[in-house]
């Protein structure tokens, strides 16, 4: 498995979310979800898609749930969207009471005029069906009367600050023990999504096991 894929986020405790205010929302979402769909609203690299995913791998573990494609990039959902989505509502839902997850990135792909009106009477008439969340990082392209129909979060890109202890996390179950001053040094001049951050991580490793005997 691939250094990236071995330290993907999987529970809310992997998140690195800059306001605790807004952590604290997720963190419900992923516990005890309110039944209003979530929008995470912020630039790249503020955390929004590893969120959304951290919300779904909560919700099948919590309710033992069979799923397929819960996850849809909305350029790719296209006007058959309603097709895709209850192909994967029906597979979640079979034997299971509670409703099924979808997580949508990029929501604001939908196109304006043909597309949101639509989707928008959808998700009312499927909403004792269908938990969304969903992601953008242009609000401003979502309809009013779609974007009222989420919980919307504005999330903040993660300062270096925020990284550390995730940072210091990653670094221990691959063998090290940095300090917490260690992983701030390297961290102090780091300015870039949890991408960037894996890559800095990984090239840290493979830096230290290099010069070890």
């Not at 912020?42 to 955390?47: N, R, T, V, Y």
Request: with cysteine; net charge negative; hydrophobic share 45%.
């Amino acid at each position: 498995m691939s250094f990236d894929l071995k330290h993907l986020p999987r529970t809310f405790d992997d998140l690195v979310i800059a306001d605790p205010l807004n952590a604290a929302v997720i963190q419900q979402y992923c516990t005890q979800p309110p039944s209003k769909p979530l929008l995470l609203a912020g630039a790249p690299g503020a955390g929004k898609t590893e969120a959304a995913r951290v919300i779904a791998y909560s919700h099948f573990e919590r309710h033992n749930i069979q799923h397929m494609h819960w996850e849809f990039n909305a350029a790719s959902l296209g006007k058959d969207y309603e097709a895709k989505i209850m192909a994967e509502v029906n597979h979640q839902m079979f034997a299971n009471p509670d409703r099924a997850l979808i997580v949508i990135n990029e929501i604001d792909e939908m196109d304006l005029r043909s597309v949101q009106p639509g989707f928008r009477e959808f998700m009312d008439a499927k909403r004792h069906l269908i938990r969304f969340v969903a992601t953008t990082n242009h609000k401003s392209r979502i309809m009013g009367a779609v974007l009222s129909r989420f919980r919307v979060i504005d999330l903040t890109p993660p300062s270096n600050l925020d990284w550390i202890n995730r940072a210091k996390e990653i670094l221990e179950a691959e063998g090290l023990s940095p300090t917490h001053q260690d992983v701030a040094m390297m961290l102090q001049s780091f300015d870039g999504s949890a991408r960037d951050l894996i890559d800095l991580i990984e090239e840290t490793v493979m830096a230290s096991k290099a010069v070890t005997p």
